[in-house]
Nanobody, 119 residues
């Protein structure tokens, strides 16, 4: 059984920084892509950052220059460094990964991390 487990909830002041992590476990042959999907209050999840197995990254315009995603392939772990946070960044952040298992490729989600940016 493959699982994605995210780091815990966080409260940060405006202008502050925060790092999220998302660790995959189970029988994993490879992870072609991983990404971060914040869900803002009253809205659907949206992709803001992604990374491939060869470390190619893509960012939504809304987070370029502020968020950086990276991965440790040996640990099957995804990271999101969030800088210069604003109250509008408050959301539940979900990680997602397409994982190659013995049964083929499957998509998995983390449990979500509540990020609150407030003074």
């Amino acid at each position: 059984q493959v699982q994605l487990v995210e780091s815990g909830e966080a409260l940060v002041h405006p202008g502050g920084s925060l790092s999220l992590s998302c660790a995959a476990s189970g029988t994993i042959f490879g992870i072609p892509t991983m990404g971060w999907f914040p869900q803002f209050p009253g809205k659907k999840r949206e992709l803001v950052a992604s990374i491939t197995g060869i470390s190619e990254t893509n960012y939504a315009d809304s987070v370029k220059g502020g968020f950086i995603t990276s991965s440790d392939n040996a640990k099957n772990t995804l990271y999101l460094q969030m800088n210069s946070l604003k109250p509008d960044d408050t959301a539940v952040y979900y990680c997602q990964a397409r994982i190659i298992t013995p049964w083929g490729p499957t998509d998995h989600w983390g449990q979500g991390t509540q990020v609150t940016v407030s003074s």
